[in-house]
């Protein structure tokens, strides 16, 4: 009678996921020498799922025969893409709100918040995001200066780029360890360390937050990247692990409209950055970049019918300004602030379903204020203005 080992199999319990800021897109910021001004200090994200996959395309041979079998197909392009799902926190998501909208400002020091915004105040030929603050504690207004030495660096040459004050993040490196370090690597047998599955140039496309009175806040990060690798490597080094805070719930999160606080009964919003998803290059089954398109920022508010106040809003075409408020702890040192400085409610007339209170769906969309910039802890960061920004205070550090 023959002895029989225990069978180890993955579990999602086990999974870790970790992202690194990249400055030259779908390259590892390691494989980039003499990087200055920037470093990139990967950061463990907590999560609740994630379905980030590589979805190969097949092509199917037409050609004919006697037998009226297929008998040949090709491999085609690549498609890194999928959801990281979470409840709302203050601390390393904040990285990935960042990669979601764009620029961040601020120390978050003595109270104050960093600032998330979809500007550069300081102008193209400065940086003012992650990367500084991963350095010090202090931004500095330089270009971001490289060496190019790797061995495709995506067209990139030694010297400077200057960064465009509207765009995204360049992207992020996204490490997913499935199994921690439990299953076989490719070759069948144990790895050395542990089985991770690498993404790079991995951009957001999406990020929605969800938050009613009764539940945890959720959010979601959907993710298109450029290539998949699987690696038998240690967790990366010099990982940060930001002091992870207890998660928002609904009764956190206080909302006004136009500087009135309201009672809101659920709130969604989406944030959609329209990245293009098939730009491929002849030569090269991955994806060649990621550019985004127009951003479009939509949501609903549901309340209790109780006036017409905002239903005349809607009919009237008149826009309001909506800021969500999360307060973990009820003293303004672990919050989130998203603010939309300029809605406008769609939708359709609240009805009565049955004997129950009568809800009214809001749905609206976020539009440019050129004004903005006084809604924030700090007006000289946006004086050209925003559509949306989030503000974070938190005791801790971010870095």
Known sequence: MSCSCKKVVATG?????????????????????????????PKKIEITSESIINEISTFNSAALN??????????????????????LTNNGQAWMIVQAIGQL????????????????????????????????????????????????????????YEV?????????????????GTIGGLDGNQPTNEVW???????????????????IATTTFSVL????????????????????????????GN????????????????????????????????????PEGQREVEGTITMELSDLLFYNKYIEGTSAQLIV???????????????LPKIEFNGTTPTAGGPEVIPMELPYAAFWDDSAGSLLTTPSYAPNGFDVAVEIITAGTLV
Do not use: H
């Open 13 to 41: 319990a086990r999974t870790t996921v970790i992202m690194q800021e990249e400055r030259c897109f779908g390259i590892l910021n390691s494989e980039v020498a003499d990087l200055t001004a920037y470093k990139g200090q």
């Open 66 to 87: 006697p037998e009226r079998a297929r008998r040949r197909r090709q491999q085609g392009t690549s498609a890194i893409g999928g959801d990281i799902n979470a409840e």
């Open 105 to 160: 400002k601020g120390v978050g020091t003595s109270g104050d918040p960093y600032t998330i915004l979809p500007v550069d105040s300081g102008g193209v030929a400065s940086d003012k995001t992650a990367g500084y603050l991963q350095n010090s504690d202090l931004y500095v207004s330089e270009e971001i200066t490289y060496n190019a030495s790797c061995s495709d660096c995506l067209g990139y040459e030694d010297g400077f």
């Open 164 to 180: 465009d004050p509207y765009a995204m993040e360049p992207g992020f490196t996204l490490f997913v360890s499935r199994d921690g």
């Open 197 to 215: 599955f690498k993404y790079l140039g991995a951009k957001v496309n999406t990020w929605s937050v969800t938050a009613s009175p009764t539940e």
């Open 225 to 252: 990247g450029r290539e998949e690798a699987v690696v038998d490597i240690a967790e990366p080094t010099s990982i940060s692990r930001p002091a992870i805070n207890d998660p928002f719930s609904g009764f956190n």
């Open 255 to 290: 909302i006004t409209i136009d500087g009135q606080e309201e009672c809101v009964l659920s709130f969604d919003m989406t944030v959609n950055n329209n990245l293009s998803a098939d730009q491929f290059c002849m030569g090269d089954k991955n994806r060649n970049s990621l």
């Open 325 to 339: 408020d999360f307060d973990l702890l009820g003293d303004n040192t672990e919050t989130m602030k998203i603010i």
